[in-house]
């Protein structure tokens, strides 16, 4: 995933998964030489995001990487906490993924870095393809990995913790004495990927090794999925508001953007 020389945007919310992962990189530049930077996106979510934030400078100035920080605030204009007083009426994770998403890319291409390291697991993988099945959406399913059309100004990611199972990574952050909260974000338990998560957690249970399953079942036909889509013609465009690739004339950030100053 990382070559020599490689700048990589590690996305540091100072939960277990991406603090575990910078410590991680930051022990494999012993062996291979590339550079860190790690890039925080501060949602503005009270009581939650600023114990993680803190969390995520301490990290970041105790290995002596260079930390920039994003927020929501400063980019879109309104917190997720302003978003979700305006919208009560729509679920938190939708918007929050989409701006949290363009915020990150837009930050790696900023700080030049040549991937963007994020710390999805094994768990968080498996919902994921799980999700995309069940909302019927196999386009998401195939752009999972990476985008189906490449463009200069998508920074590509890696998920060094793919085959790492999220308790795992829980353990290693414990016995390690990491400085973690494990509190978990107040929105997510209203998330359609808080029910895929209990449920795959039973299923697991019961039938143990199945989150491996699903993701290497899912890399297994991750290019013929890529390929069955790409035969239908699909088109990058650019939206004609923010100039940033998307699949229609105007982004989902940028309606949302609008939507929110309405
Ligand atoms: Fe955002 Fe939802 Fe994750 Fe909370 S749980 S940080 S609202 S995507």
């Known amino acids: 995933m990382i070559n020599k020389n490689d700048r990589i945007a590690v996305g540091l919310s100072g939960g277990k998964d991406s603090v575990t992962l910078l410590r991680l990189l930051h022990r494999l530049q012993k062996d291979l030489p590339f550079e860190l930077v790690a890039i925080t996106i501060d949602e503005g979510i009270a009581g939650y995001r600023s114990k993680t934030l803190e969390v995520a400078e301490q990290e970041a100035k105790n290995l002596g990487i260079e930390h920039k920080i994003f927020s929501y605030k400063k980019e879109v204009g309104l917190s997720l906490d302003e978003i979700m007083e305006k919208k009560q009426e729509k679920i938190p994770c939708s918007y929050c993924g989409v701006i949290r998403r363009r ?3 837009q930050a790696a291409r900023e700080i030049h870095a040549d991937k963007l390291a994020v710390g999805h697991n094994l768990d968080d993988m498996a919902q994921s393809v799980m999700m995309n099945i069940m909302r019927n959406e196999p386009l998401r399913l195939a752009r999972l990995n990476e ?3 490449q463009d200069e100004k998508f920074v590509s990611r890696i ?8 308790k795992e990574v829980a353990i290693y952050a414990i016995l390690n004495d990491f400085p973690i909260d494990f509190q978990e974000c107040p929105y997510a338990r209203h998330a359609f990927r808080a029910h895929v998560r209990e449920q795959l957690n039973e299923t697991e249970e019961r039938y143990p090794g199945t989150k491996f399953k699903i993701v290497n079942s899912f890399l297994a036909i991750e290019d013929a999925l890529k390929k069955g ?3 239908k013609p699909l088109e990058m465009k650019m939206c004609g ?22």
């Open 147 to 149: 985008p189906l059309i």
């Open 229 to 231: 889509m790409s035969e």
């Open 103 to 105: 915020l990150l890319n």
């Open 241 to 262: 508001q923010c100039g940033e690739p998307s699949g229609q004339s105007k982004c989902m950030f940028c309606s949302m953007r609008e939507e929110f100053s309405a």
């Open 159 to 166: 998920r060094p913790l793919l085959r790492t199972p999220e």
